[in-house]
């Protein structure tokens, strides 16, 4: 049975900038702590989104494997405007709910709230789609923000 990963993976191979793909399948690397397949997929992401957000893919792997502080890269992320990802100067290459997955997965569930409370008021936001995100839950985030 064909799994997104899967799916992806073959998407890729013929369309390899097709940034759904590369955004999922690196936030999905980072959920498994997989950084060394993470950090490519969002530095293609970000060479075709948003080529401002080059070192995104390495900040957020090096945050969540311990070696640069996880607070800061979180400080930054939250204070990113709504749908940043499409500013080319934002160095924000990821959709505002892996935003908000993202400073889960980074222990920060408070700046993740401020976040999410903040995007809400904006029309065509997609925090109902961060909401059901695994990682948005207690269990999973804490699993995710331990590595």
């Given at each position: 049975?064909?799994?997104?990963?899967?799916?992806?993976?073959?998407?890729?191979?013929?369309?390899?900038?097709?940034?759904?793909?590369?955004?999922y399948?690196?936030?999905?690397?980072l959920l498994?702590?997989?950084?060394?397949?993470a950090r490519p997929?969002?530095?293609?992401?970000?060479?075709?989104k948003?080529?401002?957000?080059g070192?995104?893919?390495?900040?957020?792997?090096?945050?969540?494997?311990?070696?640069?502080?996880r607070?800061d890269?979180?400080?930054r992320?939250?204070?990113?405007?709504?749908?940043?990802?499409?500013?080319?100067?934002?160095?924000?290459?990821?959709e505002?709910?892996?935003?908000?997955?993202?400073?889960?997965?980074?222990?920060e569930?408070?700046?993740?709230?401020?976040?999410?409370e903040r995007?809400?008021?904006?029309?065509?936001?997609?925090?109902?789609?961060?909401?059901?995100l695994?990682v948005?839950?207690?269990?999973a985030a804490?699993?995710?923000s331990s590595?």
């Amino acid at each position: 049975m064909p799994t997104p990963a899967n799916v992806c993976q073959r998407v890729l191979e013929f369309r390899a900038d097709f940034f759904g793909c590369l955004q999922y399948s690196g936030i999905v690397s980072l959920l498994l702590a997989d950084f060394a397949a993470a950090r490519p997929m969002l530095e293609r992401l970000a060479a075709v989104k948003n080529p401002s957000a080059g070192a995104q893919g390495r900040d957020l792997a090096e945050a969540l494997a311990g070696h640069t502080d996880r607070h800061d890269l979180a400080r930054r992320m939250a204070a990113l405007p709504f749908n940043s990802s499409v500013d080319a100067t934002s160095g924000n290459a990821l959709e505002d709910q892996m935003v908000a997955a993202v400073l889960v997965m980074l222990g920060e569930r408070a700046l993740a709230l401020d976040y999410m409370e903040r995007m809400v008021g904006n029309l065509g936001n997609t925090m109902e789609w961060a909401v059901m995100l695994p990682v948005m839950d207690r269990s999973a985030a804490s699993r995710a923000s331990s590595h």
